[in-house]
T-cell receptor
Framework: DVKVTQSSRYLVKRTGEKVFLECVQD?????MFWYRQDPGLGLRLIYF???????EKGDIPEGYSVSREKKERFSLILESASTNQTSMYLC?????????????????FGPGTRLTVL | DAKTTQPNSMESNEEEPVHLPCNHS???????IHWYRQLPSQGPEYVIH???SNVNNRMASLAIAEDRKSSTLILHRATLRDAAVYYC???????????????????FGPGTRLSVLP
């Protein structure tokens, strides 16, 4: 059974704290993604990585950084948490290899981390 | 990527068919139509995808208009477990990237919240 796991389901932090959100996938996927989800706004891409040590900014990277030291692990870092970063954070992964005929490069999502910054 | 438009919410009775519409009038010739859904307290999961022809899988059917400017996700017999937010997403089958990778990040809009009544 394929799996994307996130380190915490719920997290409460204080303004100014450094926050680490961890994501691990066991499917040997090249690509990993971090999204945040807010009511009425859908999912928005923060950062993604297509290989170890590689990263690309998504639509809303401000206030965030990422780290991918190993293929299976992708970390999202809030250097100095603020209240407007209270949100649901979702990690996803997908293969980067071209899907063959009849195959599909779907994204697999983790269960999410609900972060509250006080 | 082209934009999609979906109703904010829909309601269905249990064991009845559900037709979830999606408009995408600016779709390009190489855009695939993807559907994901998000059950309560979970990350999104893949449902189905297609390009031109109608598609069926164990979860749902996808009916694509001849001009491809709209599509409909069909749940043949809704169950309570199908209550979720359904996302219709367009993505080029070969997105231009600066790296050799066929993984795809998706832009998730607000989607359609489907309620299933017992």
């Amino acid at each position: 059974d394929v799996k994307v796991t996130q380190s915490s389901r719920y997290l409460v932090k204080r303004t100014g704290e450094k926050v680490f959100l961890e994501c691990v996938q066991d499917m040997d996927h090249e690509n990993m993604f971090w999204y945040r989800q807010d009511p009425g706004l859908g999912l928005r891409l923060i950062y993604f990585s297509y290989d170890v040590k590689m990263k690309e900014k998504g639509d809303i990277p401000e206030g965030y950084s990422v780290s991918r030291e190993k293929k299976e692990r992708f970390s999202l870092i809030l250097e100095s948490a603020s209240t407007n970063q209270t949100s649901m954070y979702l990690c996803a992964s997908s293969t980067g290899r071209l899907a063959g005929v009849g195959s599909y490069n779907e994204q697999f999502f983790g269960p999410g981390t609900r972060l509250t910054v006080l | 990527d082209a934009k999609t438009t979906q109703p904010n919410s829909m309601e269905s009775n249990e064991e009845e068919p559900v037709h979830l519409p999606c408009n995408h009038s600016t779709i390009s010739g190489t855009d695939y139509i993807h559907w994901y859904r998000q059950l309560p307290s979970q990350g999104p999961e893949y449902v189905i995808h297609g390009l031109t022809s109608n598609v069926n899988n164990r979860m749902a059917s996808l009916a694509i208009a001849e001009d491809r400017k709209s599509s409909t996700l069909i749940l043949h017999r809704a169950t309570l477990r199908d209550a979720a937010v359904y996302y219709c997403i367009l993505r080029d089958v070969f997105p231009e990237t600066s790296y050799n990778n066929y993984g795809q990040n998706f832009v998730f809009g607000p989607g359609t919240r489907l309620s299933v009544l017992p």
